[in-house]
Every structure is written in structure tokens, then in C-alpha cells.
């Protein structure tokens, strides 16, 4: 079929710098293959435009913009220019095919909205791609149900989930983030399906070198947003060659990519909660755990930590990973263990797993170099212990298991009482019960302070003399604390 233009009414004109404008009142249909080919020329839009089945072709080595108070749908567009870019000026809509040749499109803030049918993009490449410094998203509308390495509008997350997402919208911007560790490379995905729990859903993230943003690649980790918290996630696997990171996550949403964060996986038990194999979440249960860490409202000086909060949802899952309780956790100089690097709050799991702010994954430490630290744990009512060497931290998670022999905690020299007790009486250790007052030292104050606590008794609290983390304070808190604190004890943190 030939081009076939028609101007109805009137007001389409080329101007003198190089503007395709559509005048007010003016409707253009463009039919047929290819229908407008613009030479440095810009799109000016106050009209209305029909693109039927054609492609309107950028060309020439001048900027030129899409504008116009109308916004333009295209059925093809193609990215021609010979060097700088396309800008937009204006939202757009691209029906079907987005073709790159050369040059780039700057989204400039403005979105760019792909067909739900048949929308794509098609050719991107590291020289002629979308870019988007200043803002603006790529969007696509896609149905997921149970999905095989679909990778909707051709926008680089590839998604398989044996889940049923449903209509997810798939946002892809350019903008840098701002993470805990740093910056991210120069592309996010912000990821909205319909059903988003438990998609156990493999994401292939891709990217192109030029949006590194001077990230070491190979150090490329998954990193995503659960309320106000950027969680860091080792990935599955990363392909500097192919330019694509992946990774396992359950719930999607805003994702990006940057170099990692220090990660520990400590096992810690506490004395009082445990019973039988694992601990209690009594806490979790009566619902008083808060969503913002106790710690620096009782005074545990913090060094880089503070504040972390959690999404109510983190407290909604039961059994061997239910959350216990806030921890504090502290990364020592290797060569003073009295100087406090890095503290960061933490929660435990009834298993006794440490995990990050999901709930899920590993501690992280942002913004400290990868080095060997003596690492601390303590709890607001139990007695403090450390590694008792330095441990050697990376971005792959560290395992620490303090239960598993009581030569897992420095033992403090001349000092009664060992760093930790053997909670189950068959060999598995955790941190003594009973510090109220938090100073380290379990004696007479402690017990006095329990004894006040629970006077009345109360039920369904967050309370420093509930030293069994059942909610509850009664005469169990009063009789543990009155064992414990015979003979006193003293926490085994540093010299
Ligand atoms: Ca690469
Ligand atoms: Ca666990
Ligand atoms: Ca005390
Ligand atoms: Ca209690």
C-alpha cells in the first residue's frame, strides 16, 4: 500500500526549524508502510493524529522532541538518528513496535506507555536504547499466568513463576536510586502484579554496560524495596557477559541492581524462649512486637544502625521461621574489639535463623568495607556475647552458628559463669536470661527490677522483665529471674 496522507481541516505544517506540528483542530491519518519519515524534525502535537498500521521514522544527527498538548498514540516508531537522541516532551504511546536503530530516546520525566497486545521494544542495544536520567518509566501492561521466561514489551525482566500473578503492570525507569550501600546502576524495574505473594518467581534482570554507573559488574546484586526498606539479595546468578542478573523472590515490586552489602547468617537462641527445639513467638503471637527497633530507645548506643523498621507482614508468618524478637547486632574492630564499627538491628527466627528487616534474608551491613569483624549479638533482656575471633565478612552471607558448641563465644578470662548456657540440656547453647536493666550484668538489681515488673501481673506486652518472651509477666518471669540471677553473671561482649 502507498503512504497516504490526509489532512483534514487544516494546520499541518513543517516549520522553518524543523517541527512536524499538528495545529489545533487538525486531524492527521497516516496509513500504510513507513508513513512519515522526519528528517531533523521535531513532533509538535496540539491536534489529533490517527496512526492506523503506520511508522513514524526519526531521522538526521539534530535532537528533536516529541511535544504537543495532545498525547500522541504511534502505532511503530522508529529511532533512527544518526547521533544524540529523541527527547520527549510529552507522554507517548507506542501501540505496537518501538524500533532502535541508532540513537537514543530520553524519556526526559515523560512516560512511554507499550500496547498491552502487542507493544515491544525492538533492537535496543548498548549505543541506541531508552534512557532516562531525569526521570520518566517505560510501562507495560502484561497478563502473567504461570510464566516461562516471559519477558513482557521486550522491557529486559524476564519473570517464571509456576504462580499465577495475573495483570501485572511493569514499570522500567532510569533514574539512579538511593540505596543503604550506595547508588544503583541507571535502571530499575518497579513490578505491580494483581496476586503477589508467594509467586516464588525467578526474575532475570538485564542491563546494558553503559548504565553501570562505575559498578563493578561481577558485584551486581539484586537489591528491592519492601515498605521503606531496600532489601539485599544475593543473586541466583550473575552474567557480566550477557548483561543479566537473577534472582528468587516471592513478592514483586520496586527492584534494582547494585553492588552488594556485607551479609552474616548467625544462629542465636535465647534462654527462657527456647522450649524444646526452637523458641517461642509468643511475642509475635499476643501482636507486640513493634515495627520499629527497641534498641535505641533503651539506650544501646548505635553506630551507623537505628530506627530499622519492618512492614506489619514480616510479623504474619508462623511456624520454624516466626519471628521471636528484635536482636542487636555489632560489627567490632578486628584489631580492638571495643570499637563498635557497624551496628545493626536484626530479627530472630523461632529456629533461631538471624535475619534482615524481611524477615527472610541475611543481615546485611551497608556501607562497610568487606574486612574481618568480630561479630556481637545481644538482646534488650539476655547477656551479650561475640565471635571469639574476627570472621571474615563478604558480600556472600557468612554462616554463624553460636548454638552449636559454647567455644562459639569468646570466653571473657576470670569471669565465673560461661558466655552462654546450654538451653536445651543436650548441647544447644544460647544467651542468658535476665538482664532487665541492660548492662551487661545479671544479679540482685535484675531480679528486684522483675520482681517490680511483674506487680501486677500483665499479659499481651513488650516489656524488659518478660525474660521468657511470652507476652506475659507473672510469677514465671519472677521465679527464672530469681534462678538466673543466683549466682550473677556477667555478658561476655569485649575485655
Ligand atoms: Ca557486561
Ligand atoms: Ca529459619
Ligand atoms: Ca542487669
Ligand atoms: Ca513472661
Known sequence: MKPLFTAIACLLSLSANGQLHIGSGTHLVVQGQPGIVLHNTSWDNDGTFSADSSR???????????????????????????????????????????????????????????????????????????????????VKVAILNAPSSENPGNLGMTITSAAIPGPTVIRRGHQLKSLPNGTSIQRYYDISPATNTGLNATIVFSYFDAELNGQTETNLESWHQTGTNWINREPDATYDLANTVEVTLDTLGMATLAEGALKVQPVVFLQGAFSGTQMTDGLRSAGVIPTTEPYSALGFPQQGGGGETIEASVLATTGNDAIVDWLFLELRSAADSSVIVRTQSA?????????????????????????????????????????????T????????????????????????N??????????????????????????????????????????????????NLDANLNATDFQTSNNVSTPNKIGHVHP
Open 56 to 138: 513514524v521514522v526519526f531521522r538526521g544527527a539534530q535532537t528533536d522532541s516529541v511535544s504537543g498538548t495532545s498525547e500522541t498514540l504511534f502505532f511503530q516508531l522508529s529511532v533512527e538518528k544518526a547521533s544524540d537522541s529523541l527527547r520527549l516532551a510529552q507522554a507517548i504511546q507506542v501501540e505496537d513496535s518501538l524500533f532502535f536503530v541508532s540513537g537514543t530516546l530520553a524519556l526526559e520525566g515523560r512516560n512511554l506507555t507499550l500496547g498491552t497486545d502487542h507493544g515491544v521494544l525492538v533492537g535496543e542495544s548498548e549505543t541506541s536504547r531508552i534512557t532516562g536520567a531525569n526521570g520518566g518509566e517505560v
Open 347 to 391: 530479627l530472630l527466627q523461632a529456629d533461631g535463623d538471624v535475619v534482615g528487616l524481611d524477615g527472610i534474608s541475611a543481615v546485611t551491613f551497608a556501607g562497610v568495607p568487606i574486612d574481618d569483624y568480630f561479630l556481637t549479638v545481644k538482646h534488650r533482656n539476655h547477656l551479650g556475647v561475640r565471635t571469639p575471633s574476627p570472621i
Open 393 to 416: 565478612l563478604s558480600r556472600i552471607a557468612t554462616s554463624y552458628d553460636f548454638s552449636s558448641s559454647l567455644n562459639q563465644a569468646w570466653d571473657k578470662p576470670g569471669i565465673i
Open 418 to 467: 560461661d558466655a552462654m548456657v546450654d538451653v536445651s540440656g543436650t548441647g544447644i547453647y544460647g544467651l542468658f536470661t535476665g538482664d532487665v536493666t541492660g548492662d551487661q550484668f545479671i544479679n540482685a538489681t535484675d531480679f528486684q527490677a522483675t520482681s517490680n515488673l511483674v506487680t501486677p501481673n500483665q499479659s499481651a506486652v513488650y516489656q524488659v522483665g518478660d525474660i
